[in-house]
């Protein structure tokens, strides 16, 4: 039997690492060992400060290096598989790596609730190999929750208050970014995590006598990016009368839940940004 704590705070460490914050080590345990066995530069490290100083000698002839995860795998109660791809250039000749040194793997071992070691391969099919794996494929239909059916199951547990279950449609670690809403409560800003989201949605609904969203004209632009059209209604206290808005939402999904989520008063800019990033994560 696996530990699904493991795979939540796997999850949350690689979502910081995806974002480029390298600040929180907290998961780490003091003696952590970090094991490349491929690519350009192999090496065992031990230990956070040499860990840090060694992944800055093999990264430093390279630029532009950002990480996407495909998949997580719980391997048993101590091991979990991340399934990652990669994208690294050269500094002086601009050139990225060969394709199959792009999709690789890393295998996260844990112990009472700490990271003890990280295996580290470039090479894909040589981790799945080593793991006895190699006949594993990805699913090729995903098993979560379809985008749309979790945007409306969510909105729903919004409109009839039951916001432990509307936050359920983000990730743990999921952030919510957004500009000034339309109804004119909240001001634009940046939410981390279920519980400020969670408080931003009270915040929003207690405004109103009457309060709904509903989403319309969604889009699955492919590479875990989606639009959508939010509209937000709500009779004001002291008000007789609806008032209503549109906002354009570009987010970013991983496992069945938003990782990341942009909302925009301009629904046409929002558009735009939503297929610009689908063709890079793509």
């Not at 002839?61 to 399934?83: A, G």
């Not at 915040?203 to 709904?212: A, H, N, P, W």
């Not at 938003?258 to 990033?277: G, M, N, P, Q, W």
Request: hydrophobic fraction near 40%; glycine fraction near 10%; proline fraction near 4%.
């Amino acid at each position: 039997m696996t530990d699904s704590t493991n795979l939540d705070l796997v999850r949350s460490i690689y979502a910081d690492f995806e974002r480029g914050d390298f600040s929180r080590a907290d998961w780490a345990d003091p003696q952590i060992e970090y094991v490349v066995m491929d690519g350009p530069s192999p090496g065992r490290f031990t230990g956070l400060t040499e860990i840090a100083t060694g992944v800055r000698e093999i990264l430093s002839p390279w630029k532009d290096l950002h990480d996407m995860i495909d998949e997580y795998r719980e391997l048993d109660d101590e091991r979990v598989l991340v399934l990652l791809r990669a994208d690294l250039r050269g500094k002086t000749s601009g050139l990225g790596l060969d394709a199959s040194w792009t999709r690789g793997a890393e295998i996260v071992h844990i112990k009472q609730g700490r990271v003890t070691r990280i295996v580290k391969y470039f090479d894909r099919d040589r981790a799945l190999a080593d793991l006895g794996l190699d006949g594993y494929a990805m699913p090729e239909k995903s098993t979560t929750p379809d985008p749309e059916e979790a945007l409306r199951r969510g909105f729903e547990a919004v409109n009839r208050g039951d916001f432990g279950s509307a936050v359920s449609m983000f990730a743990p670690e999921g952030v919510w970014e957004f500009t000034p809403l339309g109804l004119g409560v909240l001001e634009g800003g940046l939410l981390m995590g279920h519980e400020a989201i969670r408080k931003s949605l009270e915040d929003l609904t207690e405004s109103f006598r009457d309060f709904e969203l509903e989403s319309e004209d969604f889009h699955d632009l492919g590479s875990g990016v989606t639009f959508n059209v939010l509209v937000q209604r709500g009779m004001p206290h002291g008000s007789d009368g609806f008032v209503e808005s549109r906002l354009g939402v570009v987010a970013i999904w991983r496992d069945g839940r938003v990782a990341r989520a942009t909302s925009y008063k301009d629904v046409d800019e929002a558009r735009a940004a939503a297929e610009r990033l689908a063709q890079e994560r793509g």
